[in-house]
């Protein structure tokens, strides 16, 4: 098997190998490497020999091969040929309980190691990101505005502090549950983010990822079914990735939201969406996911664009901003303002972040710039604007759309 439906089959299967290598011999790093190897020989052959009957049980015993090896490699550097000799082969361990469906979802198992409470949030979230979501280094750098460098200086140090550890593999107990599952969330989060509207590249999308992402967060959920914020997250998620057949033309291009057919919106994701917002929000206390959801709602139910009740987002969004004052929240509240008072107000709320490092130089904060000011009639500052966000902007759909939107205010 070749082509999208080959790498979606290898990308959901990665994290549960890698979970199956590191509950049966830990080294997490190690693992890693081990699975990568996996991944690649199963790209090569198995485009030539066909997918196996078992493909997740193949890909296990491939790279624990390879694990046995690079850990072989290791002891005998370190003068333990004898640990060695006693360790057993995988044909003699692999039919269980690695090359069998897990009672637990190693995924899941994984996702929560890497929210261990003895990594800082934000090697948490990096370290999940690289090793459940498949995200690259500068990729997840990006999601984060920082440098690729000091991404990677993170990542290293989070796998070393795992070894370290000594963790366990496998769902954390009931007392450590709520302090990984802000971290969990946030890492779902960045993953259907990264997948809805990918930050580089030539596509617009990356479905595997969002699919991913709502998977998991779906298992979360069945694990903690009572947690007002997880049932927000999932809503939030459904609700945006209800738009997705309507936010690209036929030619691939990127269609914003207010002219895209809703027609083509999913309107089973919606209400399955709204249902679960309107279950979370009674139980608080209310959250960040909550209320985004809420303003997702509010979008995907409105009959157009026009009749969109942007007063009502801004409300959302300033309840938001108390709870969430994120320079991305900032942003979203500018144009919410724009479009309920004028685009006036909201260029003066952009211009408060212009001294905010972590924002002032995305390009979301320039296509904002520009189309507010396409708003309120000023041609040429926008179309230079839609040029220096199209000029920052990482994906090559995104550049397009910011290039033909400059363009057209150049005729």
């Known amino acids: ?116 409470p003895s990594l800082p949030p934000a090697s948490q979230i990096a370290l999940t990101l690289r090793a459940v979501g498949g995200l690259s280094t500068a990729e997840i750098a990006r999601a984060f505005l920082v440098p690729e460098s000091t991404m990677t200086r993170r990542i290293s140090r989070a796998k070393q502090r795992i070894k370290d550890s000594g963790v366990p593999f496998g769902l954390p107990p009931d007392a450590e549950r709520a302090g990984r599952l802000r971290a969990v969330l946030h890492v779902l989060y960045l993953v259907f983010n990264e997948g809805y509207a990918s930050t580089s590249g030539p596509r617009l999308r990356r479905d595997e990822l969002s699919a991913e992402a709502i998977r998991l967060t779906r298992l979360v959920r069945r694990w903690v079914p009572g947690d007002p914020e997880v049932t927000g997250l999932l809503a939030l998620m459904l609700l945006i990735d209800a738009r997705r057949p309507a936010r690209t033309s036929p030619g691939g291009e990127l269609v914003p939201m207010a002219e895209q057919d809703r027609g083509r919106w999913d309107a089973a994701l919606i209400a399955e969406g709204v249902a679960l917002v309107s279950e979370a929000l009674p139980h608080g206390p209310t959250g960040p996911y909550q209320l985004q959801a809420a303003i997702a709602a509010v979008h995907d139910e409105a009959p157009s664009a026009a009749e969109t009740d942007w007063p009502q987002i801004v409300a959302l969004y300033e309840v938001l901003l108390r709870i969430s004052d994120s320079p991305v929240v900032r942003l979203n509240h500018a144009v919410a303002v724009a479009m309920a008072r004028g685009p006036e107000e909201g260029l003066d709320l952009l211009d408060g972040l212009a001294a905010d490092g972590r924002i002032a130089g995305d390009h979301r904060t320039h296509a904002v710039r520009a189309h507010l000011l396409e708003m309120a009639g000023e041609r040429d500052a926008a179309r230079v604007a839609y040029e220096e966000a199209a000029r920052r902007a990482g994906s090559l759909p995104q550049q397009r759309y910011l290039n033909g939107r400059a363009a057209r205010l150049a005729e």
Not at 10 to 38: I, K, N, S, T
Not at 43 to 61: E, Q, S, Y
């Open 1 to 116: 098997m070749t082509g999208p439906a080959g790498e979606g089959l290898l990308r959901e299967l990665a994290p549960q190998v890698l979970g199956a290598l590191v509950r049966r011999y830990g080294h997490f790093d190690a693992a890693e490497d081990a699975v990568q190897e996996a991944l690649l020989a199963a790209a090569v052959k198995w485009p030539k020999d066909g997918v196996p009957d078992h493909p997740r049980g193949w890909l296990v015993t491939v790279a624990s091969r390879r694990l046995t090896d690079l850990l072989r490699a290791e002891q005998a550097r370190q003068r333990r040929e004898d640990a060695v000799a006693r360790r057993r082969l995988p044909e003699e361990w692999l039919a269980p309980p690695a090359d069998r469906p897990p009672s637990a979802d190693d995924t899941l198992a994984l996702l929560f190691m890497c929210c261990h």
